[in-house]
């Protein structure tokens, strides 16, 4: 498993934009599926978008596609969220996870999970 620690997040107005940022321990971060998940209150954690190792695959849920862009850096050991245009349904604690299956992190299932980072988007 990996360490995962989140930062990035914090108050932004509707139609803003915000980077988060997950930095992951370990040297075989490139072997690791990562995924950017949230969970708003009340409600359940779901996927946000999801990034293979080496960067080539990455999926995104249908309520980010278009605003919110995944990527890594594998010499960093770091994945980022870019959110942009960020609308107050976007208000959730966003937790970043790590799993060598690419798919175990679009179906949630990942091995390591970072604490959060909370993200709210005000009207």
């Known amino acids: 498993q990996v360490q995962l620690v989140e930062s990035g997040g914090g108050l932004v107005q509707a139609g803003g934009f915000r980077r988060l940022s997950c930095a992951a321990s370990?040297?075989?971060?490139?072997?690791?599926?990562m995924g950017w998940f949230r969970q708003a209150p009340g409600k359940e954690r779901d996927i946000v978008a999801a990034?293979?190792?080496?960067?080539?695959?990455?999926y995104y849920a249908d309520s980010v596609k278009g605003r919110f862009t995944i990527s890594r850096d594998n010499a960093k050991n770091v994945v980022y969220l870019q959110m942009n245009s960020l609308k107050p349904e976007d208000t959730a604690v966003y937790y970043c996870?790590?799993?060598?299956?690419?798919?175990?992190?679009?179906?949630?299932?990942?091995?390591?999970w970072g604490q959060g980072t909370p993200v709210a988007v005000s009207s």
């Open positions: 996870a790590a799993d060598r299956a690419y798919g175990s992190v679009v179906a949630g299932g990942s091995g390591s």
């Open positions: 370990g040297r075989t971060f490139s072997s690791y599926a």
């Open positions: 990034i293979s190792g080496l960067g080539g695959d990455t």
